[in-house]
């Protein structure tokens, strides 16, 4: 398998699916990390495919644990005060290698995994089914003695113990839940699991923004129906979030969306959160960084 591996993705639905062969899972709110075990090291990815591994460098010391040949695919999460706290994943992704390292001696990292890419014994499963994935990482993780912060998350084939997740595990900050059939493969770049979130978000892609790379203004997105459109005022948090993407795209050129505005647009690997009831109209509101 060649680096950096393209992931799987999860297609926003307002209502949890049901029915037979469907395996739910919480959707902890962290950063998509994939895990590369390889014969002297570990590296980590993005879903973007940047290697993060001198921000992330608790969970690589910790997969050093798993054999080598080992790739697995989970959430990157920071817990304060007992709860999943996105914004502590987030600063950490965004802090300079330095900085993660003080980060990591107050909160450090955990590491839930959801998925096997490669096994030591098998190579490469993304074409076992998923039931089949997910006993070969339960039976890896077990025999291999690995534990915390490396851990698989929860998976059940019970909708209505789904649903009691989906309400009782919000105050844990788990964002929902994700949905996946049992039957399938893992086809990297494909929207090909389903996601219920208690937020009311789609993903959009940063194309663009207004004022300068390091403190934008506004963002200019690509919503999932295609369309471009600015964002409302960013607070100065999410523009400081932002900015380093905007900056390392580095040449930009002028664009103007389907209503005019005008926007200097960029190849940013960066993807952002937006309010779904906002997307009807010309102005989105950002709420947060992927």
């Not at 590296?43 to 992330?56: C, I, K, P």
């Not at 608790?58 to 817990?79: C, F, K, N, R, S």
């Not at 005060?81 to 107050?106: I, Y």
């Not at 380093?244 to 002028?254: I, N, Q, S, T």
């Amino acid at each position: 398998m060649d680096w950096p591996v393209s992931v799987a993705l999860a297609q926003p639905v307002s209502t949890l699916p049901v029915g037979k062969g469907l395996h739910y899972e919480p959707k902890f709110d962290g950063h998509r990390l994939v895990l590369w075990r390889d014969a002297e090291t570990v590296r980590l990815q993005t879903r973007s495919g940047r290697d993060v591994t001198a921000v992330w460098m608790d969970l690589a010391i910790a997969g050093m644990q798993l054999p080598a040949g080992t790739i697995l695919d989970g959430e990157g999460i920071v817990y304060v005060a007992g709860r999943v706290d996105f914004g502590a994943a987030q600063s950490r992704a965004n802090s300079s290698p330095a900085r993660a390292r003080l980060l990591a001696e107050q909160h450090p990292a955990h590491y839930a995994v959801f998925d096997l890419l490669s096994h030591p014994d098998h190579g490469d499963v993304r074409g076992w089914p998923y039931v089949r994935r997910r006993a070969a990482l339960e039976d890896l993780l077990t025999h291999t003695g690995v534990g915390p912060p490396i851990q698989a998350v929860p998976t059940t084939t019970d909708s209505s113990l789904a649903r009691t997740w989906y309400e009782v595990l919000r105050a844990q900050g788990i964002e929902g839940l994700v949905v996946k059939t049992g039957s399938s493969v893992y086809r990297g770049g494909s929207r090909q699991w389903r996601k219920v979130r208690h937020a009311e978000t789609v993903d959009a892609a940063v194309v663009g923004y207004t004022g300068p790379a390091a403190r934008p203004r506004h963002l200019a997105v690509r919503l999932p129906d295609g369309r471009t459109a600015l964002s409302q005022t960013l607070t100065a948090t999410l523009a400081a979030q932002v900015a380093p993407h905007l900056v390392a795209a580095g040449k930009v050129r002028r664009a103007r969306t389907r209503g005019g505005e005008a926007y200097d647009a960029v190849d940013a690997d960066v993807t952002v959160e937006v309010l779904a009831g906002t997307t009807r109209h010309a102005v989105v509101t950002v709420t947060r960084v992927r």
